[in-house]
């Protein structure tokens, strides 16, 4: 039978995860790379909880589960750093993407100076032709 986990790791782990779940895209890299790699994130509190679970089983002669809880202690490590690519990966992306919004945003050159003569001519006041201008001055 398992122990309850301590009201504090669950705060704190419901914390990180409502935070995480509302970050705002330029927080949310930062807060993802926390949660698994900084020493009280989750990877890392797993792993000790491992490696604690471990040495109880050694402690206590059961020396077959210690074996088990040690190599999904290895295969932690290995996720760990794999989670640790994927959130650099994350923050590439979300700055990239950001990057892209921005420069979407803005017009192109080419797009300017096509906007630029119709907005002069818009502000500009309506000029008669020509013709029309010299047809009224002959009648007159």
Same mark, same amino acid.
């Given at each position: 039978?398992?122990?309850?986990?301590?009201?504090?790791?669950?705060?704190?782990? &419901?914390?990180?995860?409502?935070?995480?779940?509302?970050?705002?895209?330029?927080?949310?890299?930062? +807060?993802?790379?926390?949660?698994?790699?900084? =020493?009280?994130?989750?990877v890392?509190?797993?792993?000790?909880?491992?490696?604690?679970?471990?040495?109880?089983?050694?402690?206590?002669?059961?020396?077959?589960?210690?074996?088990? +809880?040690?190599?999904?202690? =290895?295969?932690?490590?290995? +996720?760990?750093?794999?989670?640790?690519?994927?959130?650099? =990966?994350?923050?590439?992306?979300?700055?990239?993407?950001?990057?892209?919004? &921005?420069?979407?945003?803005?017009?192109?050159?080419? !797009?300017?100076?096509?906007? =630029?003569? +119709?907005v002069?001519?818009?502000?500009?006041?309506?000029?008669?032709?020509?013709?029309? !201008?010299?047809?009224?001055?002959?009648s007159?």
């Open positions: 039978m398992t122990s309850p986990a301590s009201p504090s790791t669950i705060t704190r782990t &419901a914390d990180s995860n409502e935070r995480l779940a509302t970050a705002r895209p330029s927080e949310f890299a930062e +807060l993802f790379h926390e949660a698994i790699t900084e =020493d009280f994130g989750a890392a509190r797993l792993h000790q909880m491992l490696e604690t679970a471990s040495q109880w089983c050694r402690t206590h002669d059961a020396r077959s589960s210690a074996a088990e +809880l040690d190599v999904l202690a =290895d295969r932690l490590t290995d +996720l760990g750093e794999e989670l640790h690519l994927v959130a650099e =990966d994350i923050g590439h992306e979300i700055h990239s993407r950001s990057h892209r919004t &921005a420069a979407a945003a803005r017009p192109s050159p080419a !797009v300017s100076a096509r906007r =630029d003569p +119709l002069r001519q818009s502000e500009a006041p309506a000029l008669l032709p020509p013709n029309t !201008v010299r047809s009224r001055l002959r007159r």
